[in-house]
């Protein structure tokens, strides 16, 4: 089974960490958000997430280009999608994605009066798993020192600015199909990059983990 690295995170490009990732579509931007408490490391304590976005969750879109997979820049949970992909995520046979959550809507920029409207969008809950870890004997990375380690969610011991060279220890897999992997992020199967462009859906980048 191949495996894939979701491509909005700005710390994985292995051929250029420098290159910024630019989108054809719209971004999404929070709107008077609060929160609740980070996802702790099971192992050492530390956090290992943003904070909880809390419910009312209102969002702003920065122009009509709608997309069916929204990124955004201020957090670390780019799982943003539209009504169309939760409905044919539901009626598929993939596994990962615990729950869906709606957002609202509040602003629409650069809307004319002939746009079209936006779709309903949801936040996708997927959970860390400890069943596939990075493979640290085989996988490089470039960054700074830090003056602690955890063997789960810093295993370098590293403020990461990149991977040069990343490499999964996938033999406890137990086949979910997109899952968040410490110290690294979200990862999808080949069978749900197969789902993504058997659909059209629009606005998912995957990085191939060697």
């Given at each position: 089974?191949k495996?894939?690295?979701?491509?909005?995170?700005?710390?994985?490009?292995?051929?250029?960490?420098?290159?910024?990732?630019?989108?054809?579509?719209?971004?999404?931007?929070?709107?008077?958000?609060?929160?609740?408490?980070?996802?702790k490391?099971?192992?050492?304590?530390?956090?290992?997430?943003?904070?909880?976005?809390?419910?009312p969750?209102?969002?702003?879109l920065?122009?009509?280009?709608?997309?069916?997979?929204?990124?955004?820049?201020?957090?670390?949970?780019?799982?943003?999608?539209?009504?169309r992909f939760?409905?044919?995520?539901?009626?598929?046979?993939?596994?990962?994605?615990?729950?869906?959550?709606?957002?609202?809507?509040?602003?629409?920029?650069?809307?004319?009066?002939?746009s079209?409207?936006?779709?309903?969008?949801?936040?996708?809950?997927?959970?860390?798993t400890r069943?596939?870890?990075i493979?640290?004997?085989?996988?490089?990375?470039v960054?700074?020192n830090?003056?602690?380690?955890?063997?789960?969610?810093?295993?370098?011991?590293?403020?990461?600015?990149?991977?040069?060279?990343?490499?999964?220890?996938t033999?406890?897999w137990?086949?979910?199909?997109?899952?968040?992997?410490?110290?690294?992020?979200?990862?999808?199967?080949?069978?749900?990059?197969?789902?993504?462009?058997?659909?059209?859906?629009t606005?998912?980048?995957?990085?191939?983990?060697k």
């Amino acid at each position: 089974m191949k495996f894939y690295l979701f491509g909005n995170n700005e710390h994985i490009d292995m051929t250029n960490p420098s290159e910024q990732f630019v989108s054809e579509f719209c971004d999404v931007e929070k709107v008077d958000p609060h929160y609740g408490d980070s996802e702790k490391c099971p192992l050492c304590g530390r956090a290992v997430s943003s904070k909880k976005w809390l419910e009312p969750r209102k969002i702003r879109l920065s122009n009509t280009r709608y997309a069916d997979h929204l990124y955004y820049w201020f957090c670390n949970y780019p799982f943003v999608v539209s009504e169309r992909f939760v409905k044919a995520y539901k009626e598929s046979n993939l596994i990962g994605i615990t729950e869906f959550s709606p957002l609202e809507v509040v602003k629409v920029s650069r809307m004319r009066k002939n746009s079209p409207k936006p779709p309903k969008y949801f936040i996708a809950t997927i959970p860390f798993t400890r069943n596939v870890v990075i493979d640290v004997d085989k996988t490089i990375v470039v960054g700074k020192n830090r003056d602690w380690k955890c063997e789960l969610c810093n295993p370098f011991g590293k403020v990461r600015d990149y991977f040069e060279k990343l490499t999964l220890e996938t033999s406890n897999w137990s086949g979910e199909d997109i899952f968040e992997v410490y110290n690294l992020g979200i990862v999808a199967s080949q069978r749900f990059k197969n789902f993504v462009e058997e659909n059209n859906f629009t606005n998912f980048e995957f990085i191939e983990i060697k």
